[in-house]
């Protein structure tokens, strides 16, 4: 697939809304995953660098986790005692 170039920051936030919905549905089984698995599961439907980005951004964002290499969701945040 081919590389696009994102120009502005609306053309990057486009593509970042494109892409991770995929990522996070690839994870949402809880299997932790490397980049090169996770790009090799949307192989052909996002373009790699898209794909690299999207995981950088929601990294950044906390959406995601890497530890050791492998990605997965963030633990939901525990509630708080109702007392």
Known sequence: MPTRRHGSSADTHAMVAEVSPAILALLADGVPRSRHAILAALAGRHPRDDVRRTLMRLAVLEQLVENSGKY????????????
Request: aromatic content about 0%.
């Open 72 to 83: 997965t969701l963030p633990k939901p945040a525990p509630e708080p005692d109702q007392a």
